[in-house]
Structure formats: structure tokens, C-alpha cells
Nanobody, 124 residues
């Protein structure tokens, strides 16, 4: 069983920054893509960013491009999401998830294990 534990959420003013971190309890971490999704109240869960197993390829939701950066450390089994220039519309619960392959992309069906989520609230 794979466990994913997120941390780093909180309340921040618009324009501020937060760094989310996800720790994975699996020795096979380095073989799978990892991603962050988010879900705002009353909305569907949406893809935010993904990073392939090698760490060489990343992809982002268009509204966060240039503001968010996903990274991973395969030695520590962690994946981070650095969020800068935060906007009120970034407010959501953010979920860490493991891909079903080494190169999972933006589809929710491409991911299997999910963390419990961490709340990010951006005030205007």
C-alpha cells in the first residue's frame, strides 16, 4: 500500500508564496510520475502539475504556468510544489498523487494513489 502525506498548506495573502511537500512511503517512488491536483469548493478536482519519474519532464495547468514549479527528490521520496504569486482563485484543497506509469499526464484516471489533501487559502 502506498501512502502519500502532504504538508505545507495554509493561509496566505494574494501575491504570496507557499511550498507544498508530499512524502511517499514506497520504495518504488522513483519509477512513477507524480502530480498535484486541486479541488475548490463546488468544483471538480483538476490537474495542476505533473513530473515524470526521471524528473526531466513536467507539465502544468495553463493558469499556473510561470507561477508554480513542481520538483521531486527520488532519493528522499518527496515531490514538492512551489507556488508563487498566489491568487484567490488558487484557493483549494491540494492533493498529491502517484501516476500509474512513469509518464502520466493530466488525466485523473492516470493516477491511482492519493494523499488526504492540504488546504491552501489565498486571501485578497
Amino acid at each position: 500500500q502506498v501512502q502519500l502525506v502532504e504538508s505545507g498548506g495554509g493561509l496566505v495573502q494574494a501575491g504570496g508564496s507557499l511550498r507544498l511537500s508530499c512524502a511517499a512511503s514506497t520504495p518504488t517512488f522513483k519509477y512513477y510520475a507524480m502530480a498535484w491536483f486541486r479541488q475548490a469548493p463546488g468544483k471538480e478536482r483538476e490537474f495542476v502539475a505533473t513530473i515524470w519519474a526521471s524528473g526531466d519532464n513536467t507539465a502544468y495547468l495553463d493558469p499556473v504556468k510561470g507561477r508554480f514549479t513542481i520538483s521531486r527528490d527520488n532519493a528522499k521520496n518527496t515531490v514538492d510544489l512551489q507556488m508563487n504569486s498566489l491568487k484567490p482563485e488558487d484557493t483549494a484543497v491540494y492533493y498529491c498523487t502517484r501516476g500509474r506509469s512513469s509518464f502520466s499526464r493530466a488525466g485523473r484516471h492516470e493516477y491511482d494513489y492519493w494523499g488526504q489533501g492540504t488546504q491552501v487559502t489565498v486571501s485578497s
